[in-house]
């Protein structure tokens, strides 16, 4: 158990900690370390969640966070171990064990409901988890989100094509370094990041989004609408 066992739990926190346990859960489902699934600090501010509720799960042992320093060419997601309690926008989180016993230990009163910065959306019609991980048809062009197209390519996109075709590779890990070859005269920062926003116009039903990491050298991206919902649905 955590050091600072006599403190009361804050919401906030406990919210934090129910975000990272659907994660946790979905690990081994899949068979793979835990790891592969370690939220990104990005997504977690994104859902409200504040940088002193994450520090609060660290210190007590609930969480674990390390810095990502995977690349396009790791077939699986790497990390660096932090010496302090400090953040970065690499820094991604998991839960421990002890955090998982904390959990199971608090009854699902409303008291230990997630807040209000959990965005409401329409409920979504019962699907399996896997309904809402991409998928990129390099031989349709046609990028997928369960059975609904969110994006068909009739013409040439080539810088396109190369970022889905890299996540498709990375399984669609959350995040992966920028896979475009560098073109002359052309900086690389602004190259992906003309392609990010093409990415991310005329979707036919607009289910995730792309963005940059905020370093000019890698992309990410996330669930929209029903898609986010499903996500963060309890398990």
């Not at 990390?79 to 002890?98: G, I, K, M, Y």
């Not at 998982?100 to 409401?120: D, K, M, N, W, Y």
């Not at 896997?130 to 040439?156: C, E, N, T």
């Not at 039903?205 to 996500?231: M, S």
């Amino acid at each position: 158990m955590g050091k600072f066992d006599h403190q009361l739990p804050p919401a906030e926190a406990l919210a934090a900690a129910k975000f990272l346990q659907r994660a946790y859960l979905y690990a081994p489902k899949m068979d793979v370390d835990f790891w592969e699934f370690a939220v990104p600090l990005r997504h977690l501010v994104e859902l409200g969640v504040q940088e002193s509720d994450l520090r609060w799960l660290v210190l007590m042992g609930y969480a674990e966070h390390a810095c990502e320093i995977t690349t396009f060419r790791d077939v699986e997601r790497r990390f660096r171990r932090s010496a302090n309690n400090s953040f970065v926008p690499q820094t991604c989180f998991v839960l421990t064990e002890a955090g998982v016993e904390f959990l199971r230990a608090r009854r699902p009163t409303a008291e230990f409901a997630p807040p209000s910065f959990v965005i409401p959306f329409p409920t979504p019609a019962a699907t399996s988890d896997a309904s809402v991980v991409p998928h990129w048809d390099s031989d349709l062009r046609v990028l997928r989100v369960g059975g609904q197209i969110v994006k068909r390519f009739r013409q040439p996109a080539v810088n396109q094509v190369t970022v889905l075709s890299a996540f498709e590779d990375a399984l669609w890990r959350p995040r992966i370094d920028n896979p475009l070859l560098p073109q002359d005269e052309q900086d690389p920062k602004h190259q992906l990041n003309r392609t990010i926003e093409r990415l991310n116009k005329d979707q036919d039903n607009p289910l995730i989004r792309f963005y940059g990491d905020g370093t000019g050298q890698g992309v990410c991206w996330e669930p929209l609408g029903v898609t986010a919902l499903k996500l963060r649905s309890a398990a």
